[in-house]
């Protein structure tokens, strides 16, 4: 990479290196971009993050430094601090890297889906630039590619600026909300993907009863997970939405609640019911199914 395109890009400290943190350490090394530094609750944490950086990394910059969070006073200077850690702890960051003796003002950019930069109101007062970034994408694996995601970015204009050239770099979309509707935005993100997650748990619970293992059960329900995201992804829900509730088949309706008390599952049922009103919102208001549900 020619010595100007590598100047333009940040040195980054990462302070938690988890598996968000991790993957963005993974990515901004594989992009071209110097990662100084990474903080982990635990050295051990940190020293693997580092490891996994150093070895896709595209340029050669010197050693990744591995630091425990109670070492975050020795930080070495950086042009980024992502702060990755729990949004719990963020404040508690904060007040550590106000600590700092720099000589440059860096810019400081947190990770976390229902906070604003508000957050970092002391860097902020210090002169730093703050903002937020946060990835619209599910990373259970830190090695696994995030690019391509939607990135939610909101804060001041340099860091906002600085947070929209990392997605580009990173192949991705940013979009901005106002800083006060983070909490909603969040919960939507929530609700598409943790609480998809839990309610597929849900359904490998009912394929249990029915006498499958879990593991057959995962194998042959996730096509079918997957042939409706391909669908939402050409279609409104509206025209998306398949099955039951979207013909009105009141007579199957009675037949799934029966079932689902049957086996006493009151918690798949109670979601059955919510879920099936929706559904009915989506697509046609069946009146008959509507108060079926609402007397369950």
């Known amino acids: ?80 601090f992502l702060i990755t850690v729990p949004d719990d702890q963020i404040a508690t960051v904060t007040a550590e890297l106000a600590k700092l003796k720099l000589d440059r003002k860096p810019t400081a950019l947190h990770t976390s889906g229902a906070l604003s930069a508000e957050v970092l109101g002391p860097l902020r007062a210090q002169g730093w630039n703050t903002g937020s970034v946060h990835p619209l994408i599910s990373v259970s694996d830190p090695e696994a590619p995030i690019d391509g995601a939607y990135w939610c970015v909101e804060g001041d204009p340099r860091a906002s600026r600085l947070a929209k050239q990392i997605v580009r770099d990173l192949g991705g979309t940013s979009f901005s909300i106002p800083s006060t509707e983070k909490p909603l935005y969040h919960a939507a993100a929530v609700m598409t993907s943790g609480n998809v997650t839990a309610l597929f748990d849900v359904a490998l ?46 007579e199957t309706v009675k037949r799934h609640i029966a079932a689902l008390q049957s086996h006493g599952l009151s918690e798949a049922l109670e979601l059955y019911r919510l879920l099936g009103k929706r559904s009915l919102k989506v697509s046609k208001n069946h009146p008959q199914i509507t108060q079926l549900l609402d007397s369950v």
């Not at 693997?48 to 070895?55: E, F, H, N």
């Not at 340029?59 to 070492?71: N, R, T, W």
């Not at 329900?221 to 979207?246: C, H, I, M, W, Y």
């Open 205 to 250: 619970e009912m394929l249990v009863e029915c006498g499958l293992t879990r593991k057959t059960a995962r194998r042959i329900l996730q096509p079918l997970l997957a042939s409706t995201v391909q669908n939402l992804e050409t279609k409104d829900p509206r025209d998306a939405l398949t099955g039951t509730f979207s013909r009105g088949d009141l």
């Open 1 to 80: 990479m020619p010595d100007r395109k590598r100047k333009e890009k940040p040195r980054v400290s990462i302070i938690g290196a988890g598996r968000l943190g991790t993957s963005l350490a993974v990515a901004l090394a594989r992009h071209g971009y110097s990662i100084r530094s990474l903080v982990a609750r635990r050295l051990e944490s940190a020293r693997k993050a580092a490891t996994l950086a150093r070895q896709t990394a595209t340029v050669s910059d010197g050693e990744v430094a591995a630091f425990a969070a109670k070492q975050m006073r020795s930080l070495p200077p950086s042009d980024l």
